[in-house]
């Protein structure tokens, strides 16, 4: 099968995250799915919509198993599959934990896509892994009408290091790990719109380990955590809002955004998720202009990690400088049917 004029994004009806299911009809499907009040050493399941499952060991340490796949977000199987690895692995450092091993999850149209394309995401994800200081340890593929990949992780933290998304305080400030807006730049991609230099830059984001996150889960101040992925920011700290029954207010001007947005809203390369995730949760975030909110929704792939800390914890500031957090606002006692409000 000839392959140079193959784009793997043809393939995706919603590439990367944004291919998600919506936060609204997500929370019909898995309402059937037991409490963890079934399992007593399940510590974290499906009620708080948090990151990842934690199970405990019984000698102070906890496994956290975490999976997550997608359709194509570029074209280049290699960082595709780097993509999606780090996007995985992602869930580990948002519990506090550290990953340890992986498992691949491919779906391969063999009829339409060569192996060796296959391979070569398998590739990525291997390199990605490695970056992590984790093997990709053996997995399972079928044969389907459009590409996935993903990863099924594997971490493990001491039981006190665990964060969750729901246990954040009030007074907590909000601090956010990398730049929004690598939706709208794949959905450019897509549209053939895309600046050589502004796909760079996005991929150098996506490919980014969050690895942080293991020595956050160390820290007594940081109260809640969680990474920022296909429902958007606002999506995401709804869940920590919603989960600690806060409410939010963040400073536009204070988030840091890819470059050239303002660019490619303007040619409207703005992804189908965005309307679906403001479907699923407009009503309870207060009034905001356009672009504000086709940034707040962009569905996220391999985005950063939102974290709530104490409001006083002024030594964390030295942390945040040295590993790229942002402070981006902070989180209140609730007030009004609102939940989130942007300055």
């Known amino acids: 099968m000839s392959t140079p004029d193959l784009k793997l994004t043809q393939f995706s009806p919603g590439a990367g995250c944004g291919c998600k299911i919506s936060p609204a009809d997500l929370r019909d499907i898995i309402r059937m799915v037991p409490d963890k009040s079934h399992f007593d050493a399940l510590l974290v399941g499906c009620e708080s919509r948090d990151d990842a499952a934690v199970y405990d060991l019984g000698n102070g340490q906890a496994i956290i198993s975490t999976t997550d796949f997608f359709t194509p977000i570029v074209d280049d199987p290699w960082d595709f599959g780097r993509i999606a690895a780090a996007n995985a692995i992602s869930d580990i450092y948002a519990m506090g934990g550290k990953p340890l091993m992986a498992i691949s999850i491919l779906g391969w149209p063999l009829t339409r896509l060569p192996a060796a394309l296959a391979g070569r995401v398998i590739e990525g994800a291997v390199d990605l892994c490695r970056m992590a200081g984790i093997p990709l340890a053996g997995g399972h593929s079928i044969d ?44 450019a991609a897509r549209k053939n719109l895309l600046e050589e230099q502004d796909y760079l830059n996005s991929v150098a984001w996506m490919t980014k380990l969050n690895s942080s996150g293991t020595e956050l889960g160390k820290m007594a101040c940081v109260r809640a955590m969680t990474d920022v992925t296909g429902f958007g920011l606002l999506g995401h700290l709804l869940e920590i809002c919603e989960g600690s029954k806060l409410a939010a207010r963040i400073h536009f001007k204070s988030i840091p955004k890819l470059d050239n947005l303002e660019h490619y809203i303007d040619k409207n390369c703005i992804p189908g998720g965005t309307y679906r995730n403001w479907k699923s949760y407009g009503d309870r975030i207060a009034e905001i202009n356009e672009f504000d909110k086709m940034v707040l929704a962009d569905p996220q792939t391999s985005g950063g990690l939102l974290v709530a800390v104490d409001r006083n914890a002024h030594d964390f500031d030295a942390f945040a400088a040295g590993n790229g957090f942002i402070e981006i606002g902070e989180l209140e006692e609730p007030g009004e049917e609102k939940v989130i409000f942007v300055d």
């Open 144 to 187: 389907i009408s459009d590409p996935v990949f993903g990863l099924s992780v594997t971490g493990l933290a001491d039981k006190d290091c665990i964060k969750q998304n729901n246990t954040a305080r009030s007074g907590c400030r909000l601090f956010l790990s990398k730049p929004l807006g690598t939706g709208i730049l794949s959905t």
